[in-house]
């Protein structure tokens, strides 16, 4: 698989993971809050490994976004733009996955869609733009 085809992979299992959030979000009831948040982490974890495939790192198999947005800011220190939403959400890395490990309101998977989805936007405008600088 080429290179770009691997970075738009990681990118579509990224916007999956988000679609997911967002569903779950607007259409089930009881809203499964916990759930919601791990795939909005997910969603940054997958796009923030996307960049770092497009320049040529093999991704850590971790789950820690802030351990991921420092990686990224090695490469290029514009990820210092979206360190807060990385540590929003990497709280919900594993921890809501079991009983009583974190209380999570409607409000915090509401926020957790909305940064998921403003790390995806901002790599995927990182990702255009590279893709742009080598043509």
Do not use: G
């Amino acid at each position: 698989m080429e290179l770009h085809e691997l970075v738009a992979e990681w990118i579509k299992y990224s916007k999956n993971d988000l679609t997911v959030a967002k569903h779950l979000y607007d259409n089930m009831h009881p809203r499964q809050l916990e759930i919601i948040c791990y795939h909005s982490q997910q969603s940054a974890e997958k796009a923030l490994k996307a960049f770092m495939v497009l320049n040529n790192i093999t991704p850590p198999k971790i789950h820690d976004l802030n351990r991921l947005c420092e990686i990224c800011k090695e490469i290029d220190d514009v990820f210092s733009q979206i360190t807060q939403q990385c540590s929003t959400l990497s709280l919900y890395s594993s921890l809501p996955r079991y009983p009583f490990e974190i209380e999570v309101l409607d409000s915090d998977a509401e926020s957790a869609i909305r940064k998921a989805n403003e790390v995806l936007e901002f790599v995927e405008k990182l990702l255009l733009t590279e893709a742009s600088e080598d043509s």
